[in-house]
């Protein structure tokens, strides 16, 4: 165990020393650390005054649910990179005469001590929070952050443990069984929901019901309950022993390097190795669409290369995620009102975000490919209209879609509300192919450049779909003449906004500095 | 005398206040293959960016087809190939896509362009990966397929930098023929390499650069005189005897007076 202190120090380097390099030193660390505690505190605060609304079982229930999310989380973790290292710790320390259960040790603290540095102290605002809301003591934080601790330790050694597994017997349906395990993680979380189809998950014998009871102790200053504790203890210590066979088996082999370069970083060499992966795994598929390139314009050539590129290099998969994951909320938010929501918040997320998100890829992926048309000869004029046209047909798609859908629920169409959900993409992808023709973006999270994209993006094509709306809304509906006047007005509107656009897009791109 | 494809004067380019170039001369003619050789950090890629267009230089003149590049920083880039060392390449499309593309950026007509695509993918032995993506690729067909992609308009000023690095000896000589042959046709080439060996038999003339300028350019022959070199001296010996001769202080950048300055 003689090289863990310098594995663990090399991790915790590597991990944190992007993020305090910069030009205020370790502030932006220090202030993102403080900025989460008001926020963890309040957060907590509320659940704890809504967990003392709740009865006993209830009570379980909910803590039940959070831990099998935690659980879940893990499983997930353990299915992908699993064990945290970099490039470079393939390169130089699994390549040195280091044991393999040194290796896991030094991750498991490096796990642990990076949670706490970047989110521990926010948790445990949260947890202080918690009881505060719930009006219980103070000191009652030290058993709970106890149970927590162990809780987490656990999952740490799960997540180790199904990656060695998994890298050793590949054969032995490792994924598959831990891909069960997740599922009944999730099952696990629907009591909070009201949804326990009769099952009693608080005495089932599994682990984050256990450890839920346990935590409730902690909370009501109780003696802890028996049984939880025995089967707590019998999970831990067959997780441990597990642990304990796996960890002397060697397994640098099978490690795939993380794609995160450090605390709120992107390493640019995997995350393109990653790519190409994808691009190879859907390659059958997605190379079904060809891009022609003997046969159209050049804005016709240029728009679909981005249509292309979106299609083929994954980009669609995180619309389609974000899209869906809006679309969910949204109707889980519909169901429970009869207003119709299509201007809400949400439908605003789900029309820009996914602009947003591309135009982040297209900083990623793309933008060093720009050397082709600068070193041809060409003006990037035509390629950054082609991209802001790729984007805004994107997002129309993505709009019809969350059209049709509200219209097939609410079974009728305001045209203020289509007019909002035709508008926000459009203006998103204005101001995304505009800021692409000024701002590079480095990959992490402290980039300004990102941060402009990702909030300018968003707010303008807000602005554009509220003032869009507004307009159409003030016109009125009551007659069909009225209705007609309201297409025509949105539909000029959103070819005002998007030549608006392209003249824009034109004028900067002329002066793009490419390095 | 006719007038240079390529004519580099006193060029000057600064990275952060490091000195990249400083006062670097190089000229190139129809039918050459010139050797730009150096240390690492010699400036040489700079150099290379420069002419076609990547980068901005602080002080100098840059002559492509003699006409400055500074007053018409476009129309030259019709003619000239270019291959950076480690290529970008677009990893989502098919090999025949990115030729077909490039091809458009380098104002190949439409009507040729499918021709010209399968005659590359031919040359450059990669008709079987036509359909594939370039993030199926390995390094060395990665290389030809930049390559090909740099020289898929025809065209007059071919610039390379690296252009052997990981490609297996077959594809070293496929390029290399390819090379001469456009040499023979008139083209003028610029190739940045470390293969000091490559660079003796393949370049009809090498530079030599050390800390951003021109130590020594000529034919080997030439070289060996301005080195004071034996007859049987290879390139790596005369090489290692200019930048070594060449080791002296950094000279300061020339300045325009200015109301703060001090002399």
């Keep these: 165990m003689s090289n863990v202190p310098t594995l663990l120090t090399y991790k915790v380097k590597l991990f944190f020393a992007p993020s305090y390099r910069g030009k205020f030193g370790p502030l932006p660390l220090i202030a993102l650390m403080i900025l989460f505690v008001p926020s963890g505190a309040g957060v907590g605060f509320a659940f704890g005054a809504y967990m003392d609304t709740l009865g006993t079982e209830q009570l379980t229930a909910t803590l039940g649910a959070a831990l099998s ?19 470079s710790e393939l390169d130089f320390l699994m ?5 393999s259960r040194e290796y896991l040790v030094a991750d498991l603290l490096f796990q642990l001590t990076s949670i706490m540095l970047a989110g521990g102290i926010a948790m445990f605002a949260a947890l202080i929070g918690l009881l505060a809301g719930m009006g219980a003591p103070l000191v009652r934080a030290i058993p709970l952050v106890l149970v927590m601790a162990v809780y987490g330790l656990m999952i740490v050694l799960i997540i180790q443990s199904v990656t060695i597994a998994k890298i050793r017997y590949p054969n032995a349906r490792v994924r598959e069984l831990t891909l069960l395990l997740l599922l009944l993680s999730a099952v696990a979380m629907l009591p ?61 082999y099978g490690i795939k390097p993380t794609l995160s370069g450090g605390f709120g970083q992107v390493d640019m060499g995997t995350k393109m190795a990653q790519q190409r992966r994808m691009i190879g795994l859907f390659g059958g598929l997605t190379d079904k669409i060809a891009l022609k390139t003997d046969v159209g314009g050049d804005l016709s050539l240029m728009t679909r290369l981005s249509l292309v590129r979106i299609w083929r290099d994954g980009s669609i998969v995180f619309v389609i995620l974000l899209l869906g994951l809006f679309i969910g909320i949204g109707l889980w938010g519909s169901s429970s009102s009869d207003e119709p929501a299509g201007m809400d918040y949400n439908t ?78 459009v203006g998103t992808s204005v101001f995304a192919a505009t800021l692409l023709t000024r701002v590079r973006v480095k990959p992490g999270a402290f980039s300004p450049g990102l941060l402009a994209v990702l909030f300018v993006t968003f707010t303008g094509g807000a602005g554009i779909a509220f003032s869009g709306s507004l307009m159409v809304g003030a016109i009125g509906s009551s007659t069909a003449v009225l209705v007609a006047a309201q297409v025509v007005v949105a539909v000029a509107f959103a070819i005002a906004i998007y030549y608006v656009g392209q003249v824009a897009v034109s004028s900067l791109s002329r002066t793009f500095k490419f390095q | 005398m006719p007038e240079p494809t390529v004519r580099i004067e006193n060029l000057w380019k600064a990275y952060d206040g490091t000195q990249a170039l400083q006062g670097l001369s190089l000229a190139a003619f129809e039918g050459e293959i010139v050797g730009l050789i150096g240390p690492n950090g010699a400036g040489k890629t700079t150099a290379i960016k420069i002419i076609v ?8 003149e840059v002559h492509v087809f003699g006409h400055n590049i500074l007053a018409d920083s476009i129309s030259y880039k019709e003619h000239i190939g270019y291959m950076p060392e480690a290529p970008a390449l677009p990893e989502y499309l098919t090999t025949s896509e990115f030729l077909g593309y490039v091809g458009r950026v380098r104002n190949v007509p439409k009507e040729q362009l499918p021709g010209r695509v399968s005659e590359m993918l031919r040359d450059f032995e990669l ?3 036509a359909k594939e993506t370039v993030a199926t690729l390995s390094k060395g067909m990665r290389a030809k397929l930049a390559f090909a992609a740099a020289t898929i308009h025809k065209p007059q000023l071919l610039i390379l930098d690296e252009p052997l690095l990981g490609i297996d000896p077959a594809g070293q000589r496929l390029l290399k023929d390819r090379l001469v042959g456009m040499a023979k046709q008139g083209c003028s080439i610029l190739v940045s390499t470390h293969q000091l060996d490559t660079a003796e038999r393949l370049c009809t003339k090498v530079a ?56």
């Design chain 1, 95 to 99: 390549t040195s005469p280091i044991k």
């Design chain 2, 53 to 60: 267009g990547l980068l901005q230089w602080d002080r100098g």
């Design chain 1, 192 to 252: 909070a929901l009201g949804a326990s189809f009769g099952v009693d998950f608080a005495t089932l014998p599994i682990p984050q019901a256990a450890f839920a009871v346990l935590a409730d102790s902690a909370i009501f200053g109780t003696s802890p309950d028996v049984s939880s504790l025995v089967v707590a203890g019998i999970y831990f210590a067959g997780i441990g022993a597990l642990w304990l066979r796996l960890s002397g088996m060697y397994f640098f």
């Design chain 1, 348 to 425: 605003l997320q789900g029309a820009t975000w996914p602009i947003a998100i591309l135009a982040i890829n297209w900083c990623y992926y793309e933008r060093e490919n720009l050397w082709i048309p600068v070193v041809g000869g060409r003006s990037l004029v035509t390629y950054f209209r082609g991209l802001m046209t790729s984007l805004v047909l994107i997002g129309l798609v993505m709009s019809a879609f969350m059209i049709t859908i509200r219209a097939l629920i609410q079974m009728r169409v305001d045209m203020a509300e289509l007019a909002f959900m035709m508008l926000a993409p």
């Design chain 1, 69 to 87: 999310a935690m659980l879940a989380f893990g499983f997930i973790f353990s299915l992908g990179v699993g064990i945290t290292a970099q490039p």
């Design chain 2, 127 to 129: 008709t079987g990966k």
């Design chain 2, 208 to 263: 030599v650069i050390h800390r951003g300028k021109n130590v020594a350019t000529g034919d080997l022959e030439s070289l060996r005189g301005q080195a004071h070199a034996g007859e049987h001296q290879t390139l790596e010996e005369i090489f290692l005897k200019l930048t070594e001769e060449a080791g002296q202080p950094e000279p300061d950048m020339p300045r325009r007076k200015g109301l703060f300055s001090r002399k």
